[in-house]
């Protein structure tokens, strides 16, 4: 079984800056996109920024421009660099990891880290 193990959230006042990282424990697992989502009380989950594999990345227009998702293959791990935050950030951040076969798709998920942004 497969974990996602999440670092880096914490507080941090508007403007400023904080990058979480999300390392997968099994060196073997490859999966095909690796990302971020993130869950505000009251609030559906929704997709913050995903990137391939291959380096595609896929952003939510909240935060174009103001983060950035980057991948090392080799070491399974999945980086988001948060600028220019906003109280409007604040939420639990989820890491992901999808593993898709010709007839399955397997979702992995970290157990989430806390980011608040003070006004």
């Known amino acids: 079984q497969v974990q996602l193990v999440e670092c880096g959230g914490g507080l941090v006042q508007t403007g400023g800056s904080l990058r979480l990282s999300c390392a997968a424990s099994?060196?073997?697992?490859?999966?095909?996109?690796m990302g971020w989502f993130r869950q505000a009380p009251g609030k559906q989950r929704e997709l913050v920024a995903v990137?391939?594999?291959?380096?595609?990345?896929n952003y939510a227009d909240s935060v174009k421009g103001r983060f950035t998702v980057s991948r090392d293959n080799a070491k399974n791990t999945v980086y988001l660099q948060m600028n220019i935050l906003k109280p409007s950030d604040t939420a639990v951040y989820y890491c992901?990891?999808?593993?898709?076969?010709?007839?399955?798709?397997?979702?992995?998920w970290g157990q989430g880290t806390q980011v608040t942004v003070s006004s």
């Open positions: 099994r060196s073997t697992f490859s999966p095909q996109s």
């Open positions: 992901n990891a999808v593993v898709s076969t010709w007839n399955e798709r397997s979702d992995y």
């Open positions: 990137i391939t594999s291959g380096g595609t990345t």
